[in-house]
């Protein structure tokens, strides 16, 4: 089995930063690719961004691109979201999702971590 434990959510102004972290545990061999995810308020979840296992290859929503990088340290097992010109429409739970599919894999999940971005 594989855990995911997301962190770094919080509350930031239109404009600001935050960084997600997601740790992950278990049998982490299988985890070719990461990905992040985010769900609105009444809205449908949606991917965000991927990265291969290499950290090579990434891959974007049009709606982050330019504003987000994914990375991953694979001797830590964990893989970041750095989230930079945040906007309200930014607002979100965000998951990490990881798995074997490129660029979208849902094998496994985290519990979420909150993200407000206040006008």
């Known amino acids: 089995q594989v855990q995911l434990v997301e962190s770094g959510g919080g509350l930031v102004q239109a404009g600001g930063s935050l960084r997600l972290s997601c740790a992950a545990s278990g049998r982490t061999a299988s985890l070719d690719v990461m990905d992040w995810f985010r769900q609105a308020p009444g809205k449908e979840r949606e991917f965000v961004a991927a990265?291969?296992?290499?950290?090579?290859?990434?891959y974007y929503a049009d709606s982050v691109k330019g504003r987000f990088t994914i990375t991953r340290d694979n001797a830590k097992k964990m893989v970041y979201l750095q989230m930079n010109s945040l906007k309200p429409e930014d607002t979100a739970v965000y998951y990490c999702?990881?798995?074997?599919?490129?660029?979208?894999?849902?094998?496994?999940w985290g519990q979420g971590t909150q993200v407000t971005v206040s006008s």
């Open positions: 990265i291969t296992r290499n950290g090579f290859n990434t």
């Open positions: 999702a990881a798995g074997s599919h490129w660029p979208t894999s849902s094998d496994y």
